[in-house]
């Protein structure tokens, strides 16, 4: 059975960063394009970076970009999100998630494969 568990969330000020890290059981995730998406209370779960199964392509929601860099390790842990200038607003619960197709999605309904998620909160 296919699980993605993601950890490094946490609490941290406005300002400072956190690396978000998911790992993969149950088969190898080195050819599927992975993403991170976020969810805050109240709010629908939205799109944050994806990576392609190389790790040439990105791509990211424009409320991050130049704020968090996402990456893989295949030989390791699948991806890593590392989140820079943290604000208020991302705070939310981070997922990972995984799709076989080797194209970029900002779609949640996409991903077939998803983590149980990991809660940053990033105080003012």
């Known amino acids: 059975q296919v699980q993605l568990l993601e950890s490094g969330g946490g609490l941290v000020q406005a300002g400072g960063s956190l690396r978000l890290s998911c790992a993969a059981s149950?088969?190898?995730?080195?050819?599927?394009?992975m993403g991170w998406f976020r969810q805050a209370p109240g709010k629908e779960r939205e799109f944050v970076a994806a990576?392609?199964?190389?790790?040439?392509?990105?791509y990211y929601a424009d409320s991050v970009k130049g704020r968090f860099t996402i990456s893989r390790d295949n030989a390791k842990n699948p991806v890593y999100l590392q989140m820079n200038s943290l604000k208020p607003e991302d705070t939310a619960v981070y997922y990972c998630?995984?799709?076989?197709?080797?194209?970029?999605?900002?779609?949640?309904?996409?991903?077939?494969?998803w983590g149980q998620g990991t809660q940053v909160t990033v105080s003012s």
């Open positions: 990576i392609s199964w190389s790790g040439g392509n990105t």
């Open positions: 998630a995984g799709r076989r197709l080797n194209s970029l999605s900002t779609k949640n309904n996409e991903y077939p494969y």
């Open positions: 149950g088969r190898t995730f080195s050819n599927y394009v």
